[in-house]
């Protein structure tokens, strides 16, 4: 277990990076930054000659691969590190000068346990990616099939366990101090971006996600997701299908190829909405380098180390959501973040109404090239510390992907209008999903559940309380057989007359000790 001053000696020491780059500054600044973080990060920046404008991408890219990660986690996080650091974090690019090959080689050697020509005729030394946590190399494999090859850079795992270990003990700790840093949540931040770098660590996991997806979009027209060669795939190794394309941003070679870009523009959004409404989960990091044309139209995806999930209730309150946004129903947008506990129930839910109206209603009647899905989100999220909601991860994950859908479609097609695009496919799946219809739907797979389980049911209620009567396996009681062997003796000292009155008696005494001893 890691001491704390290990703990206090690595965030000095990554605070005086930051400060070089005029990262700390707006902490000292925030009156919400509790005071012993402010003393902290006074001292980190001694001695130190900061910029001008600061350069949170920067400080994060020299720190070093897990803080490349987490400054892409928090560029989704303006509520927690600011507007202005959240901006300049969506230009921090996840690439690194890439490991040799012969490591690479050495590596993939050792975690088949078998040498390479029997897997792969041939590998391009020459990396087309290199990341913080992976680099890929194109491939061929003993069978003849084009795959890309991804490989876990050597020794990353225990570096990244070295620095989330930090991370989670500076935010339980800033946690615990109360107040605004409390209503945050950091330490939930810190936990879902362990598990989702933890799944980036893991390319099995990947490699399921990759297999998920393309199950749950196999009926989408025009967007597909590379198959997985399990048999060269596991954990720090993944070999995929060659994807070959047009990187999605060269919209000018998109035209030369005869490609539609507005086309191209309304299915990347539809397939997004198709993934995380109708499935809830989705690819979330679908930046530009991650999505190619293919020669027929379609849209392929890759990378799906960092993937969203939403549970159906979480969906429903989504889509109405989005639903009320677009038509200006502010009162059920107030009443669903009441009802899925996101907000208080302390609060009034007409002031919510009308904080988010403040939200819509300058976005409404506005001409396509200023409407923005972003922006919306941007502003819904700026009023949530006026009432006390507490952060969704999973939603802010959501809103990230969205905005960088958004942003390719506004590429492609600058006159695009997201809520053209989304609001009948939104209104289309509420209407199958909380129509009357998914209502009668849901009642019956309810109550045929609930007769499905009597039975099982009934079973336990006579293991716990066996029913009573029957015969029993022996005399319930001495005084039985005394009795009948009296009626006996006096019926045969009678004869055969005074021997039926006598069964007769003796029946009605059996039976009458059985109800007191059985059923009394």
């Known amino acids: 277990m890691t001491r704390p001053a290990t703990h206090i000696w690595r965030l000095l020491k990554w605070g005086r990076t930051a400060a070089r ?16 973080v402010r003393r902290l990060t006074r001292i980190a920046r001694l001695g130190t000659i900061q910029p001008k404008s600061p350069d949170y991408a920067g400080a994060f890219r020299e720190i070093g691969p897990a803080a490349i990660k987490l400054g892409q986690s928090l560029a989704t996080r303006p509520d927690l590190v600011g507007d202005e650091a959240a901006q300049n974090l969506l230009s921090l690019q996840d690439n690194l000068p890439p490991v040799p090959f012969s490591e690479i080689e050495a590596a993939v050697a050792a975690t088949f346990e ?4 029997t897997l792969f005729s041939e590998i391009d030394p020459d990396p087309v990616g290199a990341a913080s946590i992976a680099q890929v190399h194109r491939a061929v494999t003993s ?17 990244f366990a070295r620095d989330i270990a930090t991370y989670e003990w500076a ?23 362990k598990r989702w770098t933890n799944s980036e660590l893991d390319l099995r996991r990947e490699a399921a996600s990759a297999s998920e997806l393309a199950e749950a979009m196999h009926g989408f027209e025009g967007f597909r997701v590379p198959a997985i060669d399990w048999d060269r795939t596991n954990g720090r190794v993944m ?12 919209r000018e070679d998109l035209i030369a190829a005869g490609h539609d870009p507005a086309e191209l523009a309304e ?30 139209g379609t849209i392929a995806a890759i990378d799906f180390g960092i993937m969203g999930r939403i549970d159906r ?50 976005m409404r009647g506005k001409p396509v090239s200023e409407l923005s899905v972003g922006q919306m989100l941007d502003g819904l999220f700026a009023i949530t510390r006026d009432f006390d909601m507490q952060t969704q991860p999973h939603l802010l994950l959501l809103q990230k992907t969205m905005v960088m859908v958004e942003g390719i479609a506004t590429s492609l097609n600058p006159q695009i209008n997201m809520w053209d695009v989304s609001a009948p496919y939104v209104r289309s799946w509420i209407r199958d999903e909380l129509g009357p219809e998914a209502a009668l739907a849901d009642a019956l797979k309810e109550n045929l559940s609930t007769l499905l389980r009597l039975p099982d049911l009934v079973r336990r209620v006579e293991e716990r309380f066996p029913p009573r009567g029957g015969a029993p396996e022996a005399a319930p009681l001495p005084e039985i057989e005394l009795i009948w062997e009296r009626r006996q003796r006096e019926a045969r000292s009678r004869g055969w007359a005074g021997y039926i009155v006598s069964a007769a008696l003796g029946a009605g005494a059996v039976a009458g000790a059985l109800a007191l001893g059985w059923v009394g």
């Open 171 to 193: 935010a339980a700790h800033l946690e615990a101090m109360g107040g605004e840093a409390a209503r945050l949540r950091p330490a939930l931040t810190i936990a879902n971006f």
């Open 313 to 362: 209730r979480a969906r429903q309150w989504l889509a109405e959501i989005l639903y009320g946004l677009t038509t200006g129903n502010y009162r059920r947008v107030a009443e669903i973040h009441f009802e899925a506990q996101y907000v208080p129930s302390h609060h009034d839910v007409g002031e919510f109404a009308t904080a988010l109206r403040a939200v819509g209603e300058p």
């Open 114 to 117: 078998q040498p390479l020509d």
């Open 267 to 296: 299915r990347l959004v539809l397939a997004f909405l198709t993934q995380a409404i109708s499935g809830g989960f989705f690819h979330a990091d679908m930046h530009q380098g991650n999505l190619f044309v293919q020669a027929d």
């Open 239 to 250: 070999t995929v299908e060659w994807i070959d394309g047009i990187k999605i941003s060269r």
């Open 143 to 159: 069978d003849g099939r084009q795959v890309a090859l991804k490989v876990l850079r050597p020794g990353i795992r225990e570096k």
């Open 21 to 36: 780059h005029g990262a700390l500054r707006g902490i000292e600044s925030d009156p919400n930054t509790p005071d012993p």
